[in-house]
């Protein structure tokens, strides 16, 4: 059993920043990628961003230049450090890891942008 568990979503003013996080637990599983996805309510879930095993990284367009993911293999853990947040970014925030098997979600983190 594979548990996908995020953390640092949190309320946040224009302009700021904040670093989500994504760890893997449980059954020891290779991931051939790792993503960040956002639900805002009553739209669908769109990615946001995406990072290879290979480390080739895929942005929406909307957040290109202000995110930045990354991930750590040795701990298999995915980052999300998001800078010059707006209130268009407020929306839940899923983690999203992919094995040669199938596709594995996290329970989602809020975040939160005030104007």
């Known amino acids: 059993q594979v548990q996908l568990v995020e953390s640092g979503g949190g309320l946040v003013q224009a302009g700021g920043s904040l670093r989500l996080s994504c760890a893997a637990s449980?059954?020891?599983?290779?991931?051939?990628?790792m993503g960040w996805y956002r639900q805002a309510p009553g739209k669908q879930r769109d990615l946001v961003a995406h990072?290879?095993?290979?480390?080739?990284?895929t942005y929406a367009d909307s957040v290109k230049g202000r995110f930045t993911i990354s991930r750590d293999n040795a701990k298999n853990t995915v980052y999300l450090q998001m800078n010059d947040l707006r209130p268009e970014d407020t929306a839940v925030y899923y983690c999203?890891?992919?094995?040669?098997?199938?596709?594995?979600w996290g329970q989602g983190t809020q975040v939160t942008v005030s104007s």
């Open positions: 449980g059954t020891i599983v290779r991931f051939n990628a």
């Open positions: 990072i290879s095993s290979g480390d080739r990284i």
């Open positions: 999203n890891a992919v094995s040669s098997y199938r596709s594995y």
